[in-house]
C-alpha cells in the first residue's frame, strides 16, 4: 500500500528555515519524480519544487529559487524540502506527491499520490 508521509512544519519567523521530510513507504521513491506544493486559504495549490530521484535533477517555482532546496535520501526513502529566508507568504499547507511518469512537471493534476500535508506558518 503506497503511503506518503510529510512532517517537519510549523510556525518560524520571517527569515527563518524549516526542514520538510516527505516518508514514503509501500514502494521504491527511486525512478519516480517527487514533488513539493503548498496551498494557502483561499488559493490554488502551487507547484514548488520536484525531483527526480534516480539522478538528483530538481526545478524550482520562480518564487522559491534561491530559498528553497529539495533533496533526497535514496537510502531512506526519503525527499526534503530545506525552506530559507522564509516570507509570511509561504504561509501554507505543504504537500509531497508522487508523479510516475518520469518527467518533471509543478501541475498538481500530473501526480498520482498525495501525503496528508503539513502546516508551515510564517509570522513574527
Known amino acids: 500500500q503506497v503511503q506518503i508521509v510529510e512532517s517537519g512544519g510549523g510556525l518560524v519567523q520571517p527569515g527563518g528555515s524549516l526542514r520538510l521530510s516527505c516518508a514514503a513507504s509501500?514502494?521504491?521513491?527511486?525512478?519516480?519524480?517527487i514533488g513539493w506544493f503548498r496551498q494557502a486559504p483561499g488559493k490554488q495549490r502551487e507547484g514548488v519544487s520536484c525531483?527526480?530521484?534516480?539522478?538528483?535533477?530538481?526545478r524550482y517555482a520562480d518564487s522559491v529559487k534561491g530559498r528553497f532546496t529539495i533533496s533526497r535520501d535514496n537510502a531512506k526513502n526519503t525527499v526534503y524540502l530545506q525552506m530559507d529566508n522564509l516570507k509570511p507568504e509561504d504561509t501554507a499547507v505543504y504537500y509531497c506527491?508522487?508523479?510516475?511518469?518520469?518527467?518533471?512537471?509543478?501541475?498538481?493534476?500530473?501526480?498520482?499520490?498525495w501525503g496528508q500535508g503539513t502546516q508551515v506558518t510564517v509570522s513574527s
Open positions: 509501500g514502494f521504491n521513491l527511486n525512478s519516480y519524480i
Open positions: 506527491a508522487v508523479r510516475r511518469i518520469y518527467t518533471f512537471s509543478l501541475s498538481a493534476n500530473d501526480y498520482d499520490y
Open positions: 525531483i527526480a530521484t534516480s539522478i538528483g535533477s530538481t
